[in-house]
């Protein structure tokens, strides 16, 4: 944290900085994802720009106390610019000696550390795995450590209400809420107006007496030497809300849908981290938006064909391991050439794997993972508010070629929030959609020839009438057909399609250094890279960016551009997926650099790398 100037504020000195990172940690019935979540509210209100991580356990309740049953939120916020939520954090508010210990390491040092005295029993500590204290065994040392009795205070403030000790115990997260919000001179009635709207009698008025009290606390009893204060951000003139990843889909997908004219529909089987995505398109059936909670994902993705057959948008919405059950009737899909757009919101796998942890392990499965020749375009969300664009580009480009569309988002993206600009309604384009109307000459796969996209033929169309199935088409009249020529001439119409859809795309560009090192990065390793990589080249690095929302097809120019640079590097949450398919592609090396722990990169992971590059020069 970067001392600027001084002020006071309520007789209370208050340091001014440009930039925090804060995590809050503790267990997962301790509340630190609500905790989080109304501290970004609040930040966002305040004028900040930030970006934050939720990180929690994939169990319903893992063990309480324990290292494996940590649940944290961080938030990186700002007066300036910020793409990621922070290698480490300088503050971190923890709730027992598990969350401490499991977060220490990632702190800075210096760091200021808040800590819950109430739960350093030697029971809670042996739950932790701790054979001394860490209050007390000099582990601490380096850090500005402030013991508050979290659980004390908590039950002192709320004494009068009745309250049974679990019930007044869980208040404990607003009390630690409301000293944050002191320290970094937050106004609470964002906050207080959740919680009377959120809770009932009299749980509201015990949440609101642990704010105010935790607010109250720190002011009085001179915790801190000093409390900070984070000027807003300068950013562009509008209205902002605060979105994670999957809100930002589900709006981007209704955005597609008003500005078609099409129905939305959206056939999903609940999975984390994408169930988020049918919750939200749930709320919005006052746009016509239909959802289904199918029995599996198979179900889901078959009543999307056949909503996508009758005319609808089709959506479907899941992780890795739906993608994969997903998989015969995608082809299906991409065999009868229907609009669609199949939203795979990336985890860590195999199987169910890291179901609560990002990735981006679902390339290869997105590019190649059906049987036969069944090309699919790909498009990845680069940050949570760019999934609104990503599903307004995946659904224009599924309703342009006619074809399924796959949106590739991750866990980081989709539970990760920051500051999104409403764009006016009438700025976004509108998605043409040519359905066919005149039986006169019409041909069920006679093709545009500008995108090789066949008819879209609602059923019901008089006159329009045809076969649709899983078996090979005839060219043009869409008969049965097991001729192997015909065969080879739909697989390479299918291919060509997809190859077309360059023609709407961008050229690849880069930032920073016309030569020397360019790093290719694509879906939410943008923030990190970019930082890097601007870091690096402003420090006298040659080195350049370029970041892939196309994976299929590949943008037209990046042969071209990757021939101008000596080294290409490509930092992937895999063990080199985009690697190997540029490496295949253009037939030159490139090197790979791979991270698969479950976490997003860190600025300094990828400068580490630059530097490394840079020495071998």
């Given at each position: 944290m970067?001392?600027v100037?001084?002020?006071?504020t309520?007789?209370?000195p208050?340091?001014?900085?440009?930039?925090?990172?804060?995590?809050?940690?503790g267990?997962?019935?301790?509340g630190?994802?609500?905790t989080?979540?109304?501290?970004t509210?609040?930040t966002a209100?305040?004028g900040n720009?930030?970006?934050?991580?939720?990180d929690?356990?994939?169990?319903?309740?893992?063990?309480?106390?324990t290292?494996?049953?940590?649940?944290?939120f961080q938030?990186?916020?700002?007066?300036r610019d910020?793409?990621?939520p922070g290698?480490?954090?300088?503050?971190l508010?923890?709730?027992?000696p598990a969350?401490?210990?499991a977060?220490?390491?990632?702190?800075?040092k210096?760091?200021?550390v808040?800590v819950?005295?109430?739960?350093?029993?030697?029971?809670?500590l042996?739950k932790?795995g701790?054979?001394?204290?860490?209050?007390?065994d000099?582990?601490?040392e380096?850090?500005?450590?402030v013991p508050?009795?979290?659980?004390?205070?908590?039950k002192?403030a709320?004494?009068?209400?009745?309250?049974?000790?679990?019930?007044?115990?869980?208040?404990?997260?607003l009390f630690?809420?409301?000293i944050?919000?002191?320290?970094?001179?937050?106004d609470?009635?964002?906050?207080?107006?959740?919680i009377?709207?959120?809770?009932k009698?009299?749980?509201?008025?015990?949440?609101?007496?642990?704010?105010?009290?935790?607010y109250?606390?720190?002011?009085t009893?001179?915790?801190?030497?000093?409390?900070?204060e984070?000027?807003?951000?300068?950013?562009?003139?509008?209205?902002?809300?605060?979105?994670t990843?999957?809100?930002?889909t589900?709006?981007?997908?209704i955005?597609?849908?008003q500005?078609?004219?099409?129905?939305?529909?959206?056939?999903?089987y609940?999975?984390t981290?994408?169930s988020?995505v049918l919750?939200a398109?749930?709320?919005?059936?006052?746009?016509?938006?239909i959802?289904?909670?199918?029995?599996d994902?198979?179900?889901a993705i078959?009543a999307?064909?056949g909503?996508?057959?009758g005319?609808a948008l089709?959506?479907?919405?899941?992780?890795?391991p739906?993608?994969?059950?997903?998989?015969e009737?995608?082809g299906l899909?991409?065999?009868?050439?229907?609009p669609?757009?199949?939203?795979?919101?990336?985890?860590?796998?195999?199987?169910?794997?890291l179901?609560?942890?990002?990735e981006?392990?679902d390339?290869?499965i997105?590019?190649?993972?059906?049987?036969?020749?069944?090309?699919?375009p790909v498009?990845?969300?680069?940050?949570p508010?760019?999934c609104f664009w990503?599903?307004?580009?995946?659904a224009?480009?599924?309703?342009?070629?006619?074809?399924p569309?796959?949106?590739l988002?991750?866990?980081?993206?989709?539970?990760g929030a920051?500051p999104?600009?409403?764009?006016?309604?009438?700025?976004?384009?509108?998605?043409?959609?040519?359905?066919a109307?005149?039986?006169?000459?019409?041909?069920?796969y006679?093709?545009?020839p500008?995108?090789?996209?066949?008819?879209?033929?609602v059923?019901g169309?008089?006159g329009?009438?045809?076969r649709?199935g899983?078996?090979?088409k005839?060219?043009?009249?869409?008969?049965?057909?097991?001729?192997?020529?015909n065969h080879e001439?739909?697989?390479r119409?299918?291919k060509?399609?997809v190859?077309r859809?360059?023609q709407d795309l961008?050229?690849?560009?880069?930032?920073?250094?016309?030569?020397?090192i360019?790093?290719i990065?694509?879906?939410?390793?943008?923030?990190?890279?970019?930082?890097?990589?601007?870091?690096?080249?402003?420090g006298?690095?040659?080195?350049?960016?370029?970041?892939?929302?196309?994976?299929n097809?590949?943008?037209p120019?990046?042969?071209?551009?990757?021939?101008?640079?000596e080294?290409?590097?490509?930092?992937e949450l895999?063990m080199?997926?985009l690697s190997s398919?540029?490496q295949a592609?253009?037939?030159?090396?490139v090197e790979?650099?791979?991270?698969?722990?479950?976490?997003?990169?860190?600025v300094?992971?990828?400068l580490?790398?630059?530097?490394?590059a840079?020495?071998?020069?």
């Open positions: 970067q001392e100037a001084q002020e006071a309520r007789q209370v208050r340091t001014v900085i440009d930039d925090v990172v804060i995590r809050f940690a267990d997962s019935g301790d630190m994802q609500l989080g979540d109304q501290f509210r609040t209100v305040h720009d930030l970006a934050t991580f939720p929690f356990p994939a169990e319903i309740r893992a063990p309480a106390g290292l494996a049953g940590v649940s944290g938030i990186h916020f700002s007066s910020v793409l990621t290698d480490q954090p300088g503050v508010i923890a709730m027992n969350a401490l210990m977060n220490l390491g990632d702190l800075k210096g760091g200021l808040i819950n005295t109430d739960k350093f029993t030697d029971r809670d042996e932790a701790q054979t001394s204290s860490p209050l007390d000099g582990r601490l380096g850090f500005e450590v508050v009795q979290l659980s004390a205070l908590t002192n709320l004494d009068d209400m009745g309250l049974g000790a679990k019930e007044t115990d869980r208040c404990k997260n630690a809420l409301g944050a919000y002191w320290l970094f001179g937050r609470t009635a964002i906050t207080e107006a959740w009377s709207n959120k809770f009698a009299p749980y509201a008025e015990a949440n609101l007496r642990a704010l105010r009290a935790g109250n606390y720190a002011e009893v001179e915790l801190f030497h000093s409390g900070y984070v000027p807003p951000a300068r950013l562009a003139p509008g209205t902002y809300r605060n979105i990843g999957n809100q930002a589900a709006l981007g997908l955005a597609a849908s500005k078609s004219g099409r129905q939305l529909f959206l056939g999903a609940p999975i981290p994408a988020d919750h398109l749930a709320t919005h059936k006052d746009f016509g938006v959802t289904f909670q199918a029995e994902e198979i179900a078959g999307t064909i909503a996508a057959w005319g089709g959506v479907t919405s899941t992780s890795g739906g993608v994969a059950l997903k998989a009737a995608l899909a991409i065999m009868v050439e229907l669609m757009v199949l939203v795979d919101i990336q985890r860590g796998g195999p199987s169910t794997g179901p609560t942890k990002t981006q392990s390339l290869f997105a590019l190649y993972g059906r049987h036969g020749e069944s090309p699919c498009v990845a969300a680069q940050s508010g760019d990503a599903a307004l580009e995946a224009r480009i599924a309703i342009r070629y006619m074809t569309v796959i949106l988002t991750d866990g980081y993206l989709a539970n920051e999104w600009k409403l764009p006016e309604v009438d700025a976004i384009p509108d998605i043409p959609v040519n359905l109307t005149d039986p006169e000459g019409f041909l069920p006679k093709r545009d500008e995108t090789l996209a066949r008819p879209w033929a059923p169309t008089p329009l009438e045809h649709i899983g078996i090979e005839q060219n043009e009249t869409g008969a049965i057909s097991y001729d192997g020529d001439l739909m697989s119409l299918r060509q399609k190859e859809i360059a961008p050229q690849a560009e880069a930032t920073g250094s016309p030569d020397g360019l790093v990065s694509w879906g939410g390793t943008y923030g990190a890279v970019h930082t890097a990589v601007d870091t690096a080249f402003k006298g690095m040659r080195v350049a960016h370029t970041h892939l929302r196309w994976l097809p590949l943008p120019g990046l042969r071209e551009l990757m021939e101008r640079y080294r290409v590097i490509v930092p895999n080199g997926q398919v540029l592609r253009f037939a030159r090396p790979s650099y791979t991270k698969v722990q479950g976490k997003p990169f860190k300094s992971e990828l580490a790398r630059l530097q490394l840079q020495a071998q020069a």
